[in-house]
């Protein structure tokens, strides 16, 4: 996901943290504002920033490491990259009181994953080559089908929820 010679050791743990510390606030955010629509909408959007943040803290850690940095500051800078969640989910709880404004965090998140994937994921897909494209292509096609799928479960039982 992140070459590793972007620049060297320091520079390199500092720029990764920065920018997990605003796609954290983000998360946060994002958070906040489930919570606040409903408990059962919160939970399931910690269940799935969950599963989302796992492979991206130990792929984050595997760069630093490969950097040179010790274990004591890959924690540090760990911690410290994660702390920007706990103000966004009080933003995210304050804004997402007013639905209106519910709306438009639930937007700019889309975007986020939008953005992600497109950006990201789609061209590392086309990046890949094998022997056997079209079972790569099944592979990448029910991931994608069964993430929608999981989306879709989940909006279905927000919604049965307001009734």
């Known amino acids: 996901m992140y070459p590793v010679s972007v620049c060297a050791g320091g520079a390199q743990a500092l720029l990764l ?3 997990g510390a605003v796609h954290r606030l983000a998360d946060g955010l994002a958070l906040g504002s489930a919570f606040a629509a409903s408990g059962s909408a919160g939970a399931a959007a910690g269940a799935g920033l969950a599963l989302h ?3 991206r803290a130990l792929s984050d850690a595997l760069v630093l490491s490969q950097s040179g940095l ?3 500051r890959l924690v540090a800078l760990a911690v410290a990259a994660a702390l920007p969640v706990l103000p966004g989910v009080v933003a995210g709880l304050a804004l997402g009181a007013a639905p209106a404004a519910r709306s438009w965090l639930a ?3 889309g975007g986020f994953l939008l953005h992600l994937a497109l950006c990201h994921m789609v061209p590392a897909m086309l990046s890949v080559r094998t022997r056997s494209p079209w079972a790569l292509l099944a592979l990448q096609s029910a991931g ?3 993430g929608w799928a999981l989306l879709l479960l989940l909006a279905l039982g927000e919604q049965g929820d307001e009734h």
Do not use: F, M, Q, Y
Request: glycine share 26%.
């Open 53 to 55: 943040e796992l492979p």
């Open 17 to 19: 943290s920065a920018g």
């Open 70 to 72: 010790g274990t004591r």
């Open 144 to 146: 994608l089908l069964g």
């Open 107 to 109: 937007a700019l998140g």
